[in-house]
Nanobody
Framework: QVQLVESGGGLVQAGGSLRLSCAASGRSFSRYVMGWFRQAPGKVREILASISWSGSSIYYADSVKGRFTISKDNAKNTLYLQMNSLKPEDTAIYYC?????????WGQGTQVTVSS
């Protein structure tokens, strides 16, 4: 079992930055694919970024490419999402997830609100 806890969300003005963290416990997550997702009210959950266990393969959704950066520190069992140039449409609950063939483990989410 892997437990994931997100932190770092909050209220920020448009154009600002936030860094989300996702602390993993229970088992080392170094062999898992890790991802960041978000879900805005009335919208489906969308994947934002993912990173392979080695860190050599990274994916970004077009909506965040060039603004968000995913990274992880295996020694600290922590996943990060650096978010720059935030827009009001980035307002959502942000989730981290981990898995091998699929995302089996999910955090509880952290709210990000971007004011205009």
């Amino acid at each position: 079992q892997v437990q994931l806890v997100e932190s770092g969300g909050g209220l920020v003005q448009a154009g600002g930055s936030l860094r989300l963290s996702c602390a993993a416990s229970g088992r080392s997550f170094s062999r898992y694919v890790m991802g960041w997702f978000r879900q805005a009210p009335g919208k489906v959950r969308e994947i934002l970024a993912s990173i392979s266990w080695s860190g050599s393969s990274i994916y970004y959704a077009d909506s965040v490419k060039g603004r968000f950066t995913i990274s992880k520190d295996n020694a600290k069992n922590t996943l990060y999402l650096q978010m720059n140039s935030l827009k009001p449409e980035d307002t959502a609950i942000y989730y981290c997830a981990a898995g091998q063939q699929e995302y089996n483990y999910w955090g509880q989410g952290t709210q990000v609100t971007v004011s205009s």
